[in-house]
């Protein structure tokens, strides 16, 4: 799938993957989200990352979660290389000490306008994509990993950039891992940005699966693109 969809578009896969509560929250009212879902999840995850060619997150996930974005736990393929870390972060915010920029994998920021972090160590570059909105331009982003050979993108949050996604007609497939717990509250949902106005809009998944690990369960499906 990935390599079909560099060659025919010159952009990568990209696969969208949350976790969230029965109730649909990604986190508890404090910000907390470590841990929704059980171990073999994110022991799933990790595998995810380890067939993927970059793995992308907002700047809100950098700064909240702090993750360093490698696959470490499950079952690894023999001679995988760790993915590229990509950061949209459209005002320069990423901390030079977060673990994103650790010496465990390459790591690309994505700006909005062109700056030179030489704080950063050697493999974080920082490259700027300019849209109209006064944020990283997501088409030009993918356009430019597709021009290095990224073939596949996993998007691991936050919800205004997965919301951008879908708004944008961007994804082409969805983990979604469902956990039998109840969080409550005002806090987000998995998916922001303007989202559907009326139902006959909304993104219908198709060819769904469910698996389960241990309580939790996983829905994969793909996104429907018009001819």
């Given at each position: 799938e990935p390599h079909l969809k560099l060659m025919r578009t010159g952009r990568p896969f990209v696969t969208v993957k949350f976790a969230i509560s029965l109730d649909g929250k990604i986190a508890a009212v404090s910000g907390e989200s470590k841990w929704i879902t059980g171990v073999k999840?994110?022991?799933?995850?990790?595998?995810?990352?380890?067939?993927?060619?970059?793995?992308?997150?907002?700047?809100?996930?950098?700064?909240?979660?702090?993750p360093e974005l490698t696959a470490r736990d499950g079952?690894?393929?023999?001679?995988?290389?760790?993915?590229?870390?990509?950061?949209?972060?459209?005002?320069?915010?990423?901390?030079?000490?977060?673990?994103?920029?650790?010496?465990?994998?390459?790591?690309?920021?994505?700006?909005?306008?062109?700056?030179?972090?030489?704080?950063?160590?050697?493999?974080?570059?920082?490259?700027?994509?300019?849209?109209?909105?006064?944020?990283?331009?997501?088409?030009?982003?993918?356009k430019y990993l597709g021009d290095i050979s990224i073939s596949?993108?996993?998007?691991e949050g936050g919800s205004e950039l997965i919301g951008s996604l879908f708004d944008q007609d961007l994804v082409d497939k969805v983990f979604a891992f469902v956990a039998p717990i109840i969080i409550g509250?005002?806090?987000?949902?998995?998916?922001?940005?303007?989202?559907?106005?009326?139902?006959s809009d909304v993104e219908r998944l198709v060819d769904v699966e469910l698996e389960k690990f241990d309580q939790d369960i996983l829905l994969t499906g793909y996104c429907r693109k018009e001819s």
């Open positions: 999840s994110r022991q799933y995850t990790h595998r995810l990352r380890a067939y993927s060619d970059a793995v992308m997150v907002g700047i809100n996930t950098v700064l909240v979660d702090d079952s690894l393929p023999e001679g995988f290389r760790q993915p590229l870390r990509v950061v949209v972060d459209s005002h320069g915010r990423t901390p030079v000490g977060s673990a994103i920029c650790n010496d465990e994998a390459s790591t690309l920021i994505a700006t909005f306008q062109d700056e030179t972090r030489s704080t950063f160590s050697d493999i974080v570059s920082v490259r700027s994509f300019s849209g109209d909105s006064g944020r990283v331009d997501l088409n030009m982003l993918l596949s993108v996993l998007v509250g005002p806090t987000k949902g998995a998916v922001g940005g303007e989202g559907a106005y009326h139902m």
